[in-house]
């Protein structure tokens, strides 16, 4: 099944495509900070159930997000990493991250808002900002 197919034509609506859904940003984000095997995306968020993660890994890889590369220590073993296109995206997932942020603060719902941490174990430079910050910097 081609997903590509499927994407608005609109520029913004085409990169929110790829993105939407459930656990796309949090995957890129967990991925952001290299290369992870299925199970260790698995064991780190929270929530999120082994058929998702590998449809959502598969949709992701679809658009040139990720790619999917053969560990050379285990011959069935594969590890997921960011694309230099899926790179390009860290920043912007930062910024909708901090303009949530923004919009929750100001309609008087920041309580409602939840750790980073929460949801993906090891996170937690995001909550502070230095992970965001870090990333700018590098250009991602």
Known sequence: MKLIKRLPGLPVER??????????AVLLLALGEGP???CE????IAGLSQKVLIDQLRALEEHGLVSKQPVASDLQGVEYRLTPLGESLL???CSLMDWGAHHASEVDEAQ???PCELVVQGRAAFV??????RAREQGR
Do not use: F, H, V
């Open 15 to 24: 990169a929110l495509g790829m993105i939407s859904g459930r656990w796309k």
């Open 36 to 38: 992870q095997r299925t």
């Open 41 to 44: 995306l698995d064991n780190r």
């Open 91 to 93: 920043p912007i997932l």
């Open 112 to 114: 409602r808002l939840l």
């Open 128 to 133: 502070t900002g230095r992970g965001r910050a």
